[in-house]
């Protein structure tokens, strides 16, 4: 035994038997009192120590829930120091979302993944703090620079080491928010589709009555026409009339554009003319900052559409064009050139056949369009402007429109220098001094007894004159009661019915059906200004022979007069 052990042992024995010395002055009651709760203090200690080492357990089976939910749980979640702001750390949802790594995001502080600064992201929570939200709105940055919309719940925890940290939990709300954006935009067009809808209506009633004094104006000018010789200085006066009536008629037919009844038919149109008439119009809608200048050298630019689409189709690109120059102002240029795409030049031209082109090419000087957004400036509801201001559909149906006559749409465009969109028309072929001049000798004529029907007396006289000069008979009666009457008295005494179709106590779709209730073959026209309650697929379907739209020029009335008479 070593030295230093023996000594130990002594000091051992020497403070037993002082212990021992000082027991055996305790009465021996008190030491068995003394034993038995150094017992129960014993079984004390024991049970404390089994608790403690259950709670420890549990403490690890807790963290290792814990760690097992945050890993695998498919929400974005990381842990930040509340004052440093750093990541300490994160679950592979938040690695997959963010694009980096854990070991990169632990090396990073709140602000490194978010568009927003320190400050900002301080105050925000601090204003979440003093009105109860439990939850934020961040703009989050991606690896790739995508920047997200993401909500956060920040949750104060405290971990086994007795630091503080936020438990956030985020959600992706970038589809959702744009999910409510497309909802806000369908709302807008539906409320714009009801204001359309009570245009149309508007528009539907203006036309009716319209045309109505412009069949009157237009009718009356021809037959003093045809009384004239060329030579006379009133035929001019005359001429220029018909002229304005034919701009009148243009107008109408703009309106009836915002109709959802207008219907599309193509008719050769000199778009010289309707590039003039437009610009006229737009000049007194648009800043003075903003210069118009026309350009026209082309000879031939007849071409085969509908007018009101072909309205349809400038106003969106002088609307377009002004818009992007409205703040600093700028030239809006609008020219027409003739140009021939021959076999070999196909290829250049996508969309479209050898052969001779009319081009409309509508420049601005405005902010030009971003490279990015060329190729998608015909795509439906793309638009680069405000909410509010337009809803992306006007350059996609001009494309469709113009690819329908065969022809197509090209853009060119500098950021800060403008934009130029150019517009292929093909050139109808029949020109313009082809075509007849329209006197009462070269119309088709007949001796035919036509019974007409309109509520407008300058009607009937109009009408009534000017089928007495192509040869027929013809009786004409203001009230539909009246002709009724008379058509019941002597039904074989009539060839023909025509009447107007919106009249008081009767419509001329009601009265055709009681007319061939009397007499089934009667061949009927009915003429309208405008109603949405009659179409020619509808009337033709009861029996009408023929559908017209006033005002009639005196051509098509012959010619259709003629063509049912024929047939019968």
């Not at 980096?100 to 400050?119: C, G, H, Q, R, W």
């Not at 086994?160 to 709302?187: M, P, S, T, Y």
């Not at 739209?549 to 010619?559: C, G, H, L, S």
Request: charged share 30%; hydrophobic share 40%.
């Amino acid at each position: 035994m070593s030295k230093q052990s023996v000594k130990l042992r002594g000091r051992v024995e020497e403070f037993l038997n002082k212990g021992l010395a000082a027991i055996k002055k305790i009465p021996p009651k008190d030491i068995r009192n003394l034993f038995e709760d150094l017992h129960i203090y014993q079984i004390e200690l024991e049970k404390k120590n089994d608790d403690l080492q259950k709670s420890h357990k549990n403490i690890q089976e807790s963290e290792k829930k814990f760690r097992g939910i945050f890993e695998n749980n498919s929400a974005i979640m990381y842990l930040v120091d509340p004052e440093s702001f750093a990541i300490v750390d994160a679950n592979y949802a938040a690695e997959k979302f963010f694009g980096f790594s854990k070991t990169a995001l632990v090396k990073k502080k709140l602000p490194d993944i978010s568009a927003m600064a320190e400050n900002e992201i301080r105050k925000e929570i601090q204003n979440a703090r003093e009105k109860n939200r439990d939850f934020l709105v961040f703009r989050h940055k991606l690896a790739n620079g995508e920047i997200r919309d993401v909500e956060i719940r920040p949750t104060l925890i405290k971990t086994k080491e007795g630091e503080v940290l936020n438990f956030i939990i985020a959600h992706d709300i970038a589809d959702h928010l744009r999910a409510e954006e497309d909802k806000k935009q369908l709302e807008a067009q539906l409320l714009q589709a009801h204001k359309m809808e009570a245009i149309g209506t508007l528009a539907g009633g203006i036309a009716h009555d319209f045309n109505n004094i412009l069949w009157i104006i237009n009718g009356n000018v021809e037959l003093a026409v045809a009384e004239i010789s060329k030579e006379s200085p009133v035929r001019y006066n005359l001429e220029s009339i018909e002229e304005a009536c034919r701009r009148a008629t243009d107008l109408v037919s703009q309106i009836l554009s915002f109709s959802p009844q207008s219907v599309q038919k193509r008719h050769p149109l000199k778009i010289s003319s309707m590039v003039e008439e437009s610009l006229r119009l737009l000049r007194s809608s648009i800043p003075t900052t903003i210069e118009i200048r026309k350009i026209v050298s082309a000879k031939s630019d007849v071409i085969l559409a509908d007018l009101t689409q072909i309205n349809q189709i400038l106003m969106n690109l002088y609307t377009n064009a002004t818009h992007a120059m409205r703040e600093k102002g700028g030239v809006l240029e609008v020219s027409l050139v003739n140009i021939g795409i021959e076999d070999k030049e196909v290829a250049l031209h996508h969309d479209l056949t050898a052969g001779e082109y009319v081009l409309l090419s509508v420049r601005d000087t405005g902010h030009g369009i971003k490279t990015e957004d060329i190729h998608r400036i015909i795509d439906p509801y793309f638009t680069t402007k405000g909410v509010g201001e337009g809803t992306g559909m006007g350059l996609s149906a001009a494309y469709s429109i113009v690819r329908s006559y065969g022809g197509t749409i090209s853009v060119d465009s500098q950021p800060g220098k403008g934009t130029v969109f150019h517009l292929f028309f093909p050139v109808f072929e029949k020109r313009e001094d082809e075509l007849e001049t329209e006197t009462f000798e070269t119309l088709p004529k007949g001796n035919e007894r036509i019974l007409f029907v309109d509520d407008e007396e300058a009607v009937l006289d109009m009408i009534k004159q000017m089928l007495i000069r192509l040869g027929y008979e013809v009786e004409v009666f203001q009230s539909p009661v009246n002709a009724i009457k008379s058509f019941e008295a002597q039904p074989e005494k009539y060839d023909l019915i025509i009447t107007d179709q919106s009249m008081p106590y009767m419509t001329g779709e009601n009265l055709a059906i009681k007319l061939m209730n009397i007499r089934p073959d009667v061949p009927i026209i009915l003429c309208t200004g405008y109603s949405e309650l009659v179409s020619e697929e509808k009337i033709k379907s009861i029996g009408i022979k023929a559908f017209l739209m006033k005002p009639i020029v005196k051509r098509v009335f012959a010619e259709t007069i003629r063509k049912v008479l024929d047939e019968v």
